[in-house]
Structures are given as C-alpha cells and as structure tokens.
C-alpha cells in the first residue's frame, strides 16, 4: 500500500553532506528509495523543495535522487496549511519556525508520516519539545519519526 511521506531536510542534508553524514539517515533515505511504495510528499507552493535546494546546493546525489522520483512518478503535492487551531496551539507549544510548519501541514494532508531528526519536533525525547511531540502524536494524528523510526516501521 502506497504511503506519502514528508521527508525533513536535515535527513537529506545527514544523508548527502558528507561534513553532517549519518549512517542512519542514510539507511533511512536508501529504505525509501528501494521501497517503491513510498512515494514523497511535497506542497503545493514548492517550499519543502526550495528548501531541500538551499541546503543541499550542487549535490549530484541529491539531483540523481530527486530525478529517480520524477522518473517513478513517486512525488505528489499536498496542501500544507494547517488548520487555524492547531497552528495556534502549535505556536502555543514553543514550535514556531515557518518551515517547520509547512513541513508539519504536509504532512497532516499526506499520510500523517513525517521522518524527522530535528529536535523541535521532540523526536529524541528533548524535554523542551515533549509538548509538541505528544500534542502532534495524540491530537494530530501525526508519527513523527527518526530515520531509525523508520527502518524499524519498515523492519529493516
């Protein structure tokens, strides 16, 4: 069963750059690729995309990557607004970056799957970000998920 995933960039950038590298990141985005049932999910407005080529600049892996997706047709455009309340309450909860919002509203209107290493996000247990983790978890809906997160959901 096909499932649409909002990949964050830092798991690109741990997966591509060799200065950030992270064998788990990696593992986690080559999982991905091989599992042609997972199929990226982007927003309309192309901000999950302008980001990921803001930082990952001149990457011949990264453009080999994002060209196998389009050759798979395993790219699809979401919406990534959230909802008045729970943008509100997200801001209420000390999650405040824009990006991290649409990434978050992408993957709300996807299929809730978000594969993260930031720590905003509370993924490692950060006790700053426990709040949000928890409110995205039990009243969103979302898995909010590490790179191990997700070769564990894909039993790799």
Known sequence: MQKTIVIDTNIWIKAMIDSEYNITCDDALSSFFQNKECI?????????????????????????????????????????????????????????????????????????ILITEDSDYGVHGEAVAQKVFVYMRDQMGLSIVTSKGFLEILNV
């Open 40 to 112: 990226l999910a982007l927003d309309y407005k192309s901000e999950i995309e302008r980001e990921y080529r803001d930082n990952i600049k001149n990457n011949r892996r990264f453009e080999l990557r994002m060209k196998q997706l389009e050759r798979e047709q395993r790219k699809c455009w979401v919406d990534s607004r959230l909802n008045k309340a729970q943008e509100a309450e997200l801001y209420n909860l000390g999650f405040h970056e824009k990006e991290d919002h649409v990434f978050t509203g992408t993957a709300m209107n996807a299929d809730k």
